[in-house]
């Protein structure tokens, strides 16, 4: 038993001096000053396993997403700066302590809950099959969960304290846990388009339309963390404007951040068709547009039970790219801009919501949390900068 023991250790050693590495030198530049700007490199050799970032002469904290092939990381940018990136074909000998959480839960028929990273459906069926309706992602200052249905819109909740909570409340914290700190729903969304959410557009009628008539539903969690959450929406067989298209949603939510990035990927003939998208309209709401940026700040009852919740102050903002913008049309539910996919067939856009009562904000006017929300989505609507240097 001590020789095979002996032989496996062996093994062991012999396969970890033998792991494959590869040293690359990349420079990663932005337009702004950015504080845990995130950074995105593409070309991750596909036998990687691990990678490890220096920068600034220390280790960096990274998360190699295998199945996207790609490789991301955090740091405060100014202008230029170089990274030393070590891919390995050995796994990682430890992660970063997770700051980002995704979670989607089937209801099983005994009501116990089965977790789980992709489901689909060929009907409009699947909003009461889930716990809390769809997938949900948080960072320590915000969460989100995106209905699978027919709306496909985004529901948000805000944090008190900058903690992950997910785990604990599953979205619907208890009367415990409200005593405790914890955060919760802020902001019932109907039939708007929330915030961020891509949809049709009814020329005719003046007003966003839902993903009524299609084929099949798909939401899939493609990473978990440390540093980031991916989360995919995609609709096929989707009957829009005289055609059938598909439509790939992917929301990513990095660490330290509370605002997210949708890249809508179109498959199909796309050509003239326009879509919408946009900020919901709340009571007593104040709404500023500065070209390709959209903000309100309002506020609304997180839930139906107007006894137990009050009235929640949010802001929202929505920036979307300019040259791809064709009207600014709005409807009675939300304030919107109306787009067509770029050459790729794509709409990029960012949107975020600050809640009044997070306490790291308890100084910041209203004012000046709207300012944020609208700072931070047109800031982070542009990725930093990524070339190989060698």
Same mark, same amino acid.
């Given at each position: 038993?001590?020789?095979?023991?002996?032989l496996l250790l062996a093994l062991g050693l012999l396969s970890g001096a033998q792991a494959r590495t590869e040293k690359r030198?990349?420079? *990663?530049? *932005?337009? *702004?000053?950015?504080?845990?700007?995130? *950074?995105?490199i593409g070309d991750v050799p596909v036998w990687a396993a691990s990678a490890e970032v220096t920068g600034g002469g220390r280790t960096i904290p990274c998360q190699l997403d295998r199945p996207l092939g790609e490789l991301v990381f955090l740091d405060d940018l100014t202008d230029v700066r170089e990274y030393r990136v070590k891919f390995s074909s050995?796994?990682?000998k430890s992660l970063p302590a997770p700051r980002v959480h995704a979670q989607m839960w089937w209801k099983n028929p005994d009501k116990t809950l089965r977790a789980a990273d992709t489901l689909a459906s060929e009907k409009d069926d699947m909003y009461r099959k889930l716990h =809390? =309706?769809?997938?949900?992602f948080e960072s320590e200052r915000a969460a989100y969960r995106v209905?699978?249905?027919?709306?496909?819109t985004i529901d948000t909740y805000g944090k008190k304290r900058q903690r992950l909570e997910l785990a604990e409340t599953m979205w619907y914290p208890s009367d415990e846990q409200l005593a405790a700190g914890y955060g919760h729903d802020n902001l019932r969304v109907?039939?708007? /388009? /929330?915030? /961020?959410?891509?949809? /049709?557009?009814?020329?005719a009628k003046g007003r966003m339309t839902h993903i009524t008539d299609m084929k099949r539903r798909e939401a899939r969690i493609l990473a978990r963390g440390p540093l980031r959450t991916v989360v995919e929406m995609r609709v096929e067989g989707w009957r829009y404007g005289g055609r059938e298209i598909a439509m790939t949603s992917r929301y990513i939510l990095y660490a330290g951040h509370g605002d997210v990035r949708v890249e809508n990927r179109f498959e199909g003939d796309v050509q003239g068709l326009v879509f919408t998208t946009g900020v919901m309209k709340m009571a007593e709401h104040r709404v500023r547009r500065e070209g390709p940026v959209a903000g309100v700040l309002g506020c609304d009852f997180p839930e139906n039970d107007t006894l137990k919740w009050e009235r929640e102050r949010v802001a929202l903002a929505v920036a979307v790219p300019q040259e791809q913008v064709v009207s600014e049309i709005d409807d009675p539910t939300s304030y919107l801009y109306q787009l067509t996919p770029d050459g790729r067939g794509r709409i990029d856009c960012t949107f975020e919501m600050i809640w009044r009562k997070s306490e790291w904000l308890a100084a910041e006017?209203?004012?000046?949390?709207?300012d944020a929300a609208m700072r931070n989505v047109r800031r982070e609507l542009r990725p930093a900068e990524v070339v190989r240097v060698r």
């Open positions: 038993m001590k020789r095979i023991l002996a030198l990349y420079r *990663v530049s *932005v337009d *702004v000053p950015r504080t845990e700007c995130p *950074v995105v050995a796994p990682a =809390h =309706h769809g997938p949900a209905y699978f249905d027919k709306k496909q109907f039939g708007s /388009g /929330g915030v /961020g959410v891509l949809k /049709g557009w009814d020329a006017s209203d004012d000046e949390l709207l």
